[in-house]
């Protein structure tokens, strides 16, 4: 067996909240965007013959916005559970594994990947509680604003390797790894060929 039951099951939890994270934030930039909506909530309510301040039109933009964004807490906390649970899989679901000296210069890039992305994960939901509470934590909004620039900024990992990772096993599911994806499912190892 390749892959046990638990980090299969693992894997796609993990995929899902993952994705339902860059989800949140896709929504947060483009259709529930505070920018483009108070704009759009000033030209309508103009056009009614109401008048808003920009500012009013900023806090109802945000108010709508903000029942998507709670998901992206959610996910967030249900991301840290994962991570703690994927150092628990580490010590305790050995598995067969190929040396990474043995792995060809590809395969070695591959696993730095997931690495980096092991890294890139924990960082994001240590700034993302961090923010989170930052008050409870007793740090300013400044510091809190800081944290935020980061954790924005190393988020385009995430997204890249998202996008990197899934044409790869699909491509190398086509190529010289047949069956690499059901393995992620059935836990099997490539027995196809
Ligand atoms: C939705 C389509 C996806 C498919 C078909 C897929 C499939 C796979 C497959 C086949 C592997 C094993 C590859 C290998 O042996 O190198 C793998 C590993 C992995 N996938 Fe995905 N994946 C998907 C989405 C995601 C997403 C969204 C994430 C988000 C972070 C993710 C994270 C990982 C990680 C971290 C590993 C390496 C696990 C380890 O060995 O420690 N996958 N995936
Ligand atoms: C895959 C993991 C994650 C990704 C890709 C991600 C991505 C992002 C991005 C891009 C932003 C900036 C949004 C914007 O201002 O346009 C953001 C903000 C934020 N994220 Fe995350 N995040 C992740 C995990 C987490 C986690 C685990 C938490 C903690 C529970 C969290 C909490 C926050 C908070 C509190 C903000 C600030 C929102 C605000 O200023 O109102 N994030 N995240």
């Known amino acids: 067996m390749k892959y046990s039951v638990a980090f ?6 993990n995929a899902v909240v993952v994705l339902g994270l860059l989800g949140t934030v896709f929504l947060r930039k483009t259709f529930l965007s505070w920018r483009d909506n108070s704009q759009l909530i000033l030209q309508k309510l103009d056009a009614m013959s109401i008048a808003i301040t ?3 039109a900023v806090s109802l ?3 709508i916005r903000a029942g998507m964004w709670e998901w992206h807490i959610i996910l967030g906390y249900a991301l840290a559970i994962l991570l703690l649970y994927r150092v628990y899989l580490y010590f305790f679901d050995k598995r067969e594994k190929e040396k990474f000296s043995s792995l060809s210069l590809h395969k070695k890039g591959v696993q730095l990947s997931y690495y980096l992305l092991y890294a890139v994960l924990g960082f994001m939901a240590l700034s993302g509680l961090t923010m989170h509470f930052h008050s409870e934590l007793g740090l300013s909004k400044e510091v809190a604003h800081s944290i ?3 954790h924005e900024f ?3 990992y ?3 390797f998202v996008v990197l990772h899934i044409i790869g ?3 190398a599911d086509n190529t010289e790894e047949k069956g690499l994806i059901s393995t992620m499912i059935n836990g099997e190892t490539n027995k196809i060929s």
Request: aromatic share 16%; proline share 0%; hydrophobic share 60%.
């Open 54 to 56: 920009e500012d009013q």
């Open 148 to 150: 935020k620039e980061v």
């Open 169 to 171: 096993v699909v491509v």
């Open 8 to 13: 299969r099951i693992w894997h796609w939890v």
């Open 61 to 63: 933009a945000k108010a």
């Open 154 to 156: 190393v988020f385009n």
């Open 158 to 160: 995430v997204w890249i």
